[in-house]
């Protein structure tokens, strides 16, 4: 357990929309940021909720001081979730390599910025 990876984990959300991030500690537990709830400390169990997860990326054992330091620092200094610059992808993220960032919001912007472009160019 102590040279076991720290897991960067999705499933499906269960809205139907979207994949839905965790972090998974060595011991099995996890750790996520909801809208509700903001940041909580679950079993795979609770994250999966009935749902098959994958494993998106390995944070190697040896890094695992800092990944337990910004979760210190984040449960010390709660951030309010917001949809576009602080959710569960974002979360994950910032944890396990310091930068927040949303492929999945990304993503988003991208297609709608296409949409808004072709509906301005087909009104011309």
């Not at 994949?19 to 996890?30: A, E, L, M, N, S």
């Not at 979730?81 to 919001?105: M, R």
Request: proline fraction near 4%; charge should be positive.
């Amino acid at each position: 357990m102590i040279f076991d990876s720290i897991l960067v984990i999705a499933r499906p959300k269960k809205t139907g929309v979207g994949i839905h991030f965790g972090v998974q500690f060595p011991d099995g537990t996890v750790y996520d940021y909801t809208l509700n709830d903001g940041l909580r400390r679950l079993s795979l169990d609770r994250f999966a909720d009935g749902e098959q997860f994958t494993v998106v990326r390995q944070i190697p054992w040896h890094l695992a001081h800092i990944v337990r330091a910004r979760l210190d620092q984040l449960a010390r200094n709660p951030r309010k979730y917001d949809l576009l610059t602080w959710n569960c992808e974002t979360f994950a993220e910032w944890l396990t390599s310091g930068v927040p960032k949303s492929n999945q919001i990304n993503g988003a912007l991208v297609l709608a910025g296409i949409v808004v472009t072709l509906a301005f160019l087909t009104r011309a």
